[in-house]
């Protein structure tokens, strides 16, 4: 895999989006390199690597926290030899305690070539302006 393609950074947001979208775990951080870095604008600072962030969301799913569905479009990928960088409108729907919040948040996701995979190495979560 050596220049990227922008269906091959779709497939793959796909399945980084639909293992998101079905809380399955081990296939949603098998998306993401060991070193990949995450930020997400709920949270008070950035995850370092991916063991940081599992550490965190197993917290969320002990706490009784789920995702529900997620939706993601207004899609743009720009594709530079064996990285590429994602982003997207992201139509996400949580459950906690029995209630569920709605969220419209933008994000990037920066992917590189990993041997035969493609794979994130950076996240970025931003809320959507009100009105946007």
């Known amino acids: 895999m050596a220049t ?3 269906d091959q950074v779709l497939t793959a947001t796909d399945e980084l989006i ?10 949603y951080f098998a998306c993401f390199t060991p070193d990949a870095t995450f ?3 709920p949270e008070s600072s950035r995850f370092g690597d991916r063991a940081a962030y599992e550490t965190v969301w197993a917290s969320w799913l002990d706490s009784g926290w789920r995702v529900v569905s997620c939706i993601s479009s207004d899609r743009l990928v ?4 064996n990285f590429a960088v994602l982003t997207h409108t992201c139509d996400t729907v949580t459950s906690a305690d029995g209630e569920e919040t709605t969220l419209r948040e933008r994000e990037s996701i920066v992917f590189v070539v990993d041997g035969d995979r493609l ?3 950076h996240e970025h979560l931003s809320p959507m302006p009100a009105g946007a």
Do not use: E, K, P
């Open 4 to 6: 990227l393609t922008s």
């Open 18 to 27: 639909a293992a998101f979208a079905a809380n399955d775990t081990a296939a």
């Open 39 to 41: 930020v997400f604008h």
């Open 78 to 81: 720009q594709t530079y030899g």
């Open 119 to 121: 794979l994130a190495v």
